[in-house]
Protein backbone atom coordinates (compact mmCIF):
# COMPACT_ATOMS: atom_id res chain seq x y z
CA UNK A 1 0.00 0.00 0.00
CA UNK A 2 1.41 3.50 -0.64
CA UNK A 3 2.73 5.67 2.03
CA UNK A 4 -0.23 8.16 1.72
CA UNK A 5 -3.13 5.56 1.70
CA UNK A 6 -1.16 3.47 4.54
CA UNK A 7 -1.06 7.13 6.56
CA UNK A 8 -4.74 8.12 5.78
CA UNK A 9 -5.86 4.44 6.91
CA UNK A 10 -3.93 4.70 10.21
CA UNK A 11 -4.94 8.46 10.87
CA UNK A 12 -8.76 6.78 10.32
CA UNK A 13 -8.69 4.05 12.22
CA UNK A 14 -7.92 6.74 15.31
CA UNK A 15 -10.37 6.22 18.39
CA UNK A 16 -9.52 8.63 20.98
CA UNK A 17 -7.43 11.46 19.12
CA UNK A 18 -7.89 14.70 20.65
CA UNK A 19 -8.33 17.07 18.37
CA UNK A 20 -7.30 20.92 19.46
CA UNK A 21 -8.90 23.87 17.46
CA UNK A 22 -8.12 27.96 17.37
CA UNK A 23 -11.57 29.14 19.41
CA UNK A 24 -13.52 31.42 17.31
CA UNK A 25 -13.87 35.35 17.96
CA UNK A 26 -15.06 38.20 16.61
CA UNK A 27 -13.73 41.56 15.72
CA UNK A 28 -14.50 44.54 14.95
CA UNK A 29 -13.93 45.33 11.15
CA UNK A 30 -15.69 48.30 8.89
CA UNK A 31 -18.20 49.09 11.87
CA UNK A 32 -19.46 45.42 11.60
CA UNK A 33 -18.24 41.90 13.45
CA UNK A 34 -16.23 39.73 11.61
CA UNK A 35 -15.72 36.24 12.49
CA UNK A 36 -11.76 34.95 12.92
CA UNK A 37 -9.69 32.43 13.91
CA UNK A 38 -8.23 32.99 17.53
CA UNK A 39 -4.46 32.41 16.97
CA UNK A 40 -2.65 29.70 19.08
CA UNK A 41 -1.31 30.62 22.62
CA UNK A 42 -4.05 32.90 23.67
CA UNK A 43 -5.79 33.21 26.98
CA UNK A 44 -8.92 31.17 24.88
CA UNK A 45 -6.09 28.55 24.07
CA UNK A 46 -6.55 25.17 24.97
CA UNK A 47 -6.00 24.58 28.66
CA UNK A 48 -5.08 26.94 31.12
CA UNK A 49 -2.28 24.51 32.96
CA UNK A 50 -0.13 26.05 29.63
CA UNK A 51 -0.71 29.49 29.71
CA UNK A 52 3.10 30.02 30.63
CA UNK A 53 3.68 28.42 27.34
CA UNK A 54 2.06 31.83 25.81
CA UNK A 55 4.73 33.75 24.07
CA UNK A 56 5.09 37.45 25.83
CA UNK A 57 7.26 40.37 23.87
CA UNK A 58 7.33 42.11 26.88
CA UNK A 59 9.30 39.74 28.95
CA UNK A 60 13.07 40.26 29.84
CA UNK A 61 15.19 38.35 32.35
CA UNK A 62 16.27 40.17 35.26
CA UNK A 63 19.43 41.79 34.35
CA UNK A 64 22.45 40.66 36.15
CA UNK A 65 25.69 38.56 35.45
CA UNK A 66 25.25 35.37 33.44
CA UNK A 67 25.97 32.34 35.62
CA UNK A 68 29.13 30.95 36.13
CA UNK A 69 30.61 28.57 34.03
CA UNK A 70 31.20 25.39 35.74
CA UNK A 71 33.03 22.77 34.19
CA UNK A 72 32.34 19.09 34.96
CA UNK A 73 35.54 17.56 34.78
CA UNK A 74 34.11 13.81 34.76
CA UNK A 75 31.70 14.46 31.80
CA UNK A 76 34.22 16.10 29.97
CA UNK A 77 36.55 12.98 30.52
CA UNK A 78 34.26 10.36 30.17
CA UNK A 79 32.78 12.22 26.58
CA UNK A 80 36.27 12.53 25.45
CA UNK A 81 36.99 9.07 25.65
CA UNK A 82 33.80 7.64 24.54
CA UNK A 83 34.59 9.85 21.37
CA UNK A 84 37.62 9.05 20.95
CA UNK A 85 36.23 5.53 20.74
CA UNK A 86 33.69 6.33 18.50
CA UNK A 87 36.67 7.87 15.60
CA UNK A 88 38.34 4.62 16.61
CA UNK A 89 35.02 2.78 15.83
CA UNK A 90 35.12 4.77 12.02
CA UNK A 91 38.27 3.64 11.17
CA UNK A 92 36.88 -0.31 11.68
CA UNK A 93 34.08 -0.25 9.90
CA UNK A 94 35.67 -2.04 6.52
CA UNK A 95 36.49 -4.27 8.84
CA UNK A 96 33.36 -4.81 10.53
CA UNK A 97 30.53 -7.85 9.21
CA UNK A 98 27.65 -6.60 7.55
CA UNK A 99 25.61 -8.11 10.69
CA UNK A 100 27.39 -6.11 13.12
CA UNK A 101 27.02 -2.57 11.20
CA UNK A 102 23.23 -3.59 11.08
CA UNK A 103 23.24 -4.36 14.58
CA UNK A 104 24.26 -0.75 15.18
CA UNK A 105 22.06 0.93 12.80
CA UNK A 106 18.91 -0.99 14.94
CA UNK A 107 20.15 0.07 17.96
CA UNK A 108 20.66 3.25 17.23
CA UNK A 109 17.21 3.87 15.84
CA UNK A 110 15.82 1.68 19.16
CA UNK A 111 17.66 3.73 20.98
CA UNK A 112 16.32 7.05 19.37
CA UNK A 113 12.47 5.70 19.93
CA UNK A 114 13.54 5.35 23.95
CA UNK A 115 14.12 9.54 23.88
CA UNK A 116 11.57 11.01 20.91
CA UNK A 117 8.58 8.40 21.53
CA UNK A 118 9.73 7.46 24.96
CA UNK A 119 11.06 9.97 27.29
CA UNK A 120 9.04 12.99 25.30
CA UNK A 121 6.43 11.87 24.09
CA UNK A 122 4.51 8.63 25.80
CA UNK A 123 0.84 7.66 26.49
CA UNK A 124 0.99 3.87 25.96
CA UNK A 125 -0.27 0.53 27.12
CA UNK A 126 1.99 -1.41 29.26
CA UNK A 127 3.69 -3.34 26.42
CA UNK A 128 4.67 -0.40 24.36
CA UNK A 129 5.43 1.46 27.56
CA UNK A 130 7.78 -1.09 28.76
CA UNK A 131 9.63 -1.17 25.33
CA UNK A 132 10.20 2.39 25.25
CA UNK A 133 11.64 2.56 28.95
CA UNK A 134 13.94 -0.52 27.74
CA UNK A 135 14.80 2.09 24.74
CA UNK A 136 15.58 4.80 26.69
CA UNK A 137 18.00 3.13 29.03
CA UNK A 138 19.70 1.71 25.94
CA UNK A 139 20.05 5.77 24.72
CA UNK A 140 22.07 6.35 28.01
CA UNK A 141 20.35 10.36 28.31
CA UNK A 142 19.22 10.16 31.68
CA UNK A 143 16.09 8.65 32.72
CA UNK A 144 12.81 8.91 32.02
CA UNK A 145 12.09 11.26 34.86
CA UNK A 146 15.19 13.03 34.94
CA UNK A 147 14.55 13.89 31.01
CA UNK A 148 10.97 14.50 31.22
CA UNK A 149 11.59 16.79 34.32
CA UNK A 150 13.97 18.82 32.26
CA UNK A 151 12.50 19.10 29.57
CA UNK A 152 9.08 20.20 30.72
CA UNK A 153 11.35 22.66 32.27
CA UNK A 154 13.24 23.58 28.91
CA UNK A 155 9.35 24.07 27.55
CA UNK A 156 8.04 26.50 29.99
CA UNK A 157 11.56 28.38 30.47
CA UNK A 158 12.96 28.62 26.50
CA UNK A 159 15.92 30.16 26.33
CA UNK A 160 15.70 31.79 29.49
CA UNK A 161 17.68 30.77 32.69
CA UNK A 162 14.37 31.10 34.51
CA UNK A 163 13.71 27.88 36.59
CA UNK A 164 10.88 26.75 38.43
CA UNK A 165 9.45 23.64 40.81
CA UNK A 166 7.40 22.02 38.68
CA UNK A 167 4.62 19.24 39.26
CA UNK A 168 6.50 15.79 38.69
CA UNK A 169 3.43 13.76 40.53
CA UNK A 170 2.26 12.14 37.45
CA UNK A 171 5.93 10.86 36.97
CA UNK A 172 6.30 9.77 40.41
CA UNK A 173 2.96 7.84 40.18
CA UNK A 174 4.20 5.57 37.44
CA UNK A 175 5.57 2.33 38.76
CA UNK A 176 7.52 1.35 35.87
CA UNK A 177 9.29 4.71 35.35
CA UNK A 178 10.17 5.14 39.19
CA UNK A 179 11.30 1.70 38.94
CA UNK A 180 13.89 2.62 35.79
CA UNK A 181 15.06 5.54 37.55
CA UNK A 182 15.82 3.40 40.91
CA UNK A 183 18.11 0.71 38.62
CA UNK A 184 19.28 3.23 36.19
CA UNK A 185 22.75 2.57 36.41
CA UNK A 186 22.87 -1.22 36.07
CA UNK A 187 20.43 -0.84 33.90
CA UNK A 188 22.10 1.91 31.54
CA UNK A 189 25.57 -0.55 31.71
CA UNK A 190 24.08 -3.52 30.70
CA UNK A 191 21.79 -1.95 27.69
CA UNK A 192 23.90 0.54 26.17
CA UNK A 193 27.06 -0.76 26.56
CA UNK A 194 27.42 -5.14 28.01
CA UNK A 195 24.35 -5.75 25.26
CA UNK A 196 25.16 -4.66 22.13
CA UNK A 197 28.94 -5.68 22.51
CA UNK A 198 28.12 -9.11 23.44
CA UNK A 199 25.47 -9.37 20.78
CA UNK A 200 27.98 -9.13 17.66
CA UNK A 201 30.59 -11.05 19.55
CA UNK A 202 28.82 -14.36 20.38
CA UNK A 203 25.99 -14.96 17.97
CA UNK A 204 27.90 -14.20 14.71
CA UNK A 205 32.10 -14.48 15.88
CA UNK A 206 32.80 -10.31 15.34
CA UNK A 207 35.59 -9.63 16.63
CA UNK A 208 35.59 -8.26 20.30
CA UNK A 209 37.44 -5.25 19.37
CA UNK A 210 34.87 -4.29 16.56
CA UNK A 211 31.65 -5.23 19.09
CA UNK A 212 33.53 -2.45 21.47
CA UNK A 213 34.22 0.39 19.17
CA UNK A 214 31.69 0.26 16.27
CA UNK A 215 28.64 -1.27 17.57
CA UNK A 216 28.86 0.43 21.00
CA UNK A 217 30.94 3.77 21.26
CA UNK A 218 30.10 4.71 17.46
CA UNK A 219 26.68 3.90 17.67
CA UNK A 220 26.07 5.75 21.22
CA UNK A 221 28.41 8.70 19.99
CA UNK A 222 26.24 9.18 17.15
CA UNK A 223 22.62 8.79 19.30
CA UNK A 224 24.24 11.91 21.76
CA UNK A 225 25.56 13.78 18.66
CA UNK A 226 21.89 13.79 17.01
CA UNK A 227 19.68 14.56 20.12
CA UNK A 228 22.87 17.44 20.64
CA UNK A 229 22.25 18.62 17.10
CA UNK A 230 18.75 19.54 18.50
CA UNK A 231 19.97 22.25 21.24
CA UNK A 232 22.61 23.28 18.87
CA UNK A 233 22.30 23.38 15.03
CA UNK A 234 18.22 23.81 14.83
CA UNK A 235 19.02 27.06 16.51
CA UNK A 236 21.22 28.44 14.47
CA UNK A 237 20.39 26.86 10.78
CA UNK A 238 16.72 26.50 9.21
CA UNK A 239 14.03 28.94 8.84
CA UNK A 240 10.93 29.64 11.83
CA UNK A 241 7.36 29.23 9.80
CA UNK A 242 5.55 28.99 12.98
CA UNK A 243 7.20 31.73 15.54
CA UNK A 244 9.82 33.79 14.62
CA UNK A 245 10.60 35.24 18.08
CA UNK A 246 12.23 32.41 19.26
CA UNK A 247 15.67 30.59 17.84
CA UNK A 248 14.92 27.36 17.44
CA UNK A 249 14.37 26.77 13.96
CA UNK A 250 12.84 23.87 11.40
CA UNK A 251 15.98 21.83 9.90
CA UNK A 252 15.22 18.55 8.24
CA UNK A 253 18.76 17.32 8.64
CA UNK A 254 18.32 17.58 12.58
CA UNK A 255 14.74 15.79 12.45
CA UNK A 256 16.18 13.37 10.19
CA UNK A 257 18.88 12.44 12.53
CA UNK A 258 16.96 12.52 15.60
CA UNK A 259 14.12 10.66 14.01
CA UNK A 260 11.60 12.92 14.59
CA UNK A 261 11.99 16.83 16.39
CA UNK A 262 9.68 19.52 16.91
CA UNK A 263 9.05 22.61 19.39
CA UNK A 264 6.43 25.06 17.83
CA UNK A 265 3.42 22.99 19.53
CA UNK A 266 4.46 21.09 22.59
CA UNK A 267 0.98 20.24 23.27
CA UNK A 268 0.81 18.45 19.91
CA UNK A 269 1.79 14.57 19.77
CA UNK A 270 3.59 15.03 16.17
CA UNK A 271 6.90 14.08 16.96
CA UNK A 272 8.26 16.68 13.72
CA UNK A 273 7.05 19.33 11.56
CA UNK A 274 7.23 16.52 8.56
CA UNK A 275 5.84 13.95 7.09
CA UNK A 276 6.55 10.07 7.30
CA UNK A 277 9.21 9.98 4.86
CA UNK A 278 11.57 12.02 7.46
CA UNK A 279 10.09 11.32 10.65
CA UNK A 280 10.11 7.90 12.04
CA UNK A 281 8.60 8.69 15.46
CA UNK A 282 5.31 9.79 14.17
CA UNK A 283 4.76 6.69 11.95
CA UNK A 284 6.47 4.39 14.75
CA UNK A 285 3.82 5.94 17.00
CA UNK A 286 0.72 6.25 13.75
CA UNK A 287 1.05 2.27 13.76
CA UNK A 288 1.10 1.79 17.69
CA UNK A 289 -2.23 3.56 18.26
CA UNK A 290 -3.32 1.76 14.88
CA UNK A 291 -2.91 -0.91 16.91
CA UNK A 292 -4.04 0.00 20.07
CA UNK A 293 -1.15 0.54 22.07
CA UNK A 294 -0.79 4.04 22.20
CA UNK A 295 -3.77 5.83 23.09
CA UNK A 296 -5.19 9.66 24.36
CA UNK A 297 -3.65 11.49 21.31
CA UNK A 298 -3.11 15.09 20.66
CA UNK A 299 -2.60 17.31 17.26
CA UNK A 300 -3.28 20.70 16.77
CA UNK A 301 -6.01 21.17 14.22
CA UNK A 302 -4.55 22.52 10.40
CA UNK A 303 -6.49 26.08 11.16
CA UNK A 304 -4.99 26.94 14.04
CA UNK A 305 -1.60 26.27 12.74
CA UNK A 306 -2.07 28.25 9.66
CA UNK A 307 -3.60 31.33 12.54
CA UNK A 308 -0.48 30.90 14.48
CA UNK A 309 2.17 30.37 11.08
CA UNK A 310 -0.14 34.05 9.97
CA UNK A 311 0.52 36.19 13.27
CA UNK A 312 4.31 34.65 15.02
CA UNK A 313 5.14 33.05 11.37
CA UNK A 314 8.43 34.50 9.29
CA UNK A 315 6.61 34.36 6.24
CA UNK A 316 8.50 31.38 4.59
CA UNK A 317 6.42 28.60 5.30
CA UNK A 318 5.93 27.22 1.59
CA UNK A 319 9.12 28.26 0.17
CA UNK A 320 11.48 27.33 3.24
CA UNK A 321 14.30 25.16 3.62
CA UNK A 322 16.99 23.23 5.83
CA UNK A 323 19.28 26.60 5.90
CA UNK A 324 17.12 29.86 5.18
CA UNK A 325 14.16 30.84 3.75
CA UNK A 326 14.82 30.40 -0.23
CA UNK A 327 17.17 28.68 -2.22
CA UNK A 328 16.89 25.61 -0.40
CA UNK A 329 16.22 22.08 -1.90
CA UNK A 330 14.31 20.97 0.70
CA UNK A 331 10.65 21.95 1.46
CA UNK A 332 8.40 21.99 4.48
CA UNK A 333 5.15 20.10 4.18
CA UNK A 334 1.99 21.78 4.94
CA UNK A 335 -0.22 20.81 7.81
CA UNK A 336 0.73 18.35 10.17
CA UNK A 337 -1.77 15.67 11.14
CA UNK A 338 0.01 13.57 13.08
CA UNK A 339 -1.75 12.02 16.12
CA UNK A 340 0.75 11.04 19.21
CA UNK A 341 0.72 11.21 22.74
CA UNK A 342 2.20 13.66 25.43
CA UNK A 343 4.42 12.57 28.65
CA UNK A 344 6.93 15.24 29.06
CA UNK A 345 5.36 18.51 28.59
CA UNK A 346 2.04 18.26 30.02
Keep these: MPAHL ?8 YTTTTTITAPPSRVPQNGGDKLETTPLYLEEDIRPDIKDDIYNPTYKDKEG ?3 KVEYV ?4 ILMSLLHLGALNGITLIP ?10 VFYYFISALGITAGAHRLWTRLPLWLFLVIANTMAFQNDVYEWARDHRAHHKFSETHKGSALDLSDLEAEKLVMFQRRYYKPGLLLMCFILPTLVPWCFWGETFQNSVFVATFLRYAVVLNATWLVNSAAHLFGYRPYDKNISLRENILVSLGAVGESHSFPYDCSASEYRWHINFTTFFIDCMAALGLAYDQKKVSKAAIL ?24 KSQPGRGFNVCLLSTE
Aim: proline content about 6%.
Design 65 to 67: PSP
Design 73 to 76: WRNI
Design 6 to 13: LQDHISSS
Design 307 to 330: ARIKRTGEGNYKSGGVWGPSGSFF
Design 95 to 104: TCNLYTWLWG
